[in-house]
């Protein structure tokens, strides 16, 4: 283990553990379970935070606004051990509207993990609706466009991102993917701007290239047929 690595631990831990004492000093803080949730989550302590959450959750159900902190973070907790549809069950539970726009997101990217492609648009299309300038919702509304093979679409959606964050990985690395399709550029802006923004998610990404070439120009070709 690297010093850095060391070093987030050892924050992760400590952040944890004055978590741990607000609580115990205060058992009503529902604001300390809800960051303690997060904490645990961030720290992949799934099965802790999950614990956590529901005993929490439990506690709260009379208190709108901590239930509803408390079903967003239980969420993020299911979406992070790839059980998308109990974190669909509970981001569609919120009512908050602080929230509404978060939760209706991470159900996007929920149904997209599943690859449930067309119901993740909806949301997609709905987060976007929600606020334009969200870079992370557009991202992906660029890659569900890119799903349908719709180029069109998911270049407004990369250039939606980008003109919000120019060093956005995910939208230099789908605009430029799109660049490569349509034109076949060599030299590609977009994709060089995501190598450096990025170096190693770039390569992981550049290993799915050669799959997704093929299917779009197979669609394309389709179409025009």
């Known amino acids: 283990m690297d010093g850095k690595q060391m070093t987030k631990d050892q924050e992760q831990s400590e952040v944890i553990h004055r978590l741990v004492q607000a609580i115990e000093s205060d058992a009503d803080n529902w604001s300390a379970y809800v960051d303690l949730v997060s904490a645990l989550t961030a720290a992949h302590s799934l099965p802790q935070a999950e614990e956590l959450g529901l ?24 979406y992070q051990a790839g059980d998308f549809d109990r974190a669909n069950h509970f981001f569609s539970t919120i009512e908050a509207k602080r929230l509404k726009h978060d939760a209706t997101l991470m159900q996007a990217q929920s149904w997209y993990g599943q690859r449930q492609y067309k119901r993740a648009l909806a949301f997609a299309l709905t987060a976007v609706q929600q606020d334009p300038n969200d870079v992370m919702a557009q991202d992906l509304l660029g890659d569900l466009w890119l799903s349908q093979n719709d180029l069109k679409r998911a270049k407004q959606a990369f250039e939606m991102a980008l003109l919000q964050q120019v060093d956005d990985f995910r939208g230099n690395f789908g605009r430029g993917l799109i660049a490569l399709i349509e034109q076949g ?24 290239v050669d799959d997704l070439l093929t299917v779009l120009k197979g669609g394309q070709h389709g179409q025009g047929s």
Do not use: C, I, M, T
């Open 55 to 78: 005993k929490a959750l439990a506690r709260f159900s009379d208190l709108p606004v901590a239930r509803d902190e408390l079903q967003y973070a239980l969420g993020n907790v299911y």
């Open 185 to 208: 550029l060599d030299d590609n802006p977009w994709l060089k701007r995501a190598q450096l923004r990025n170096p190693e998610r770039f390569v992981q990404e550049q290993e799915k």
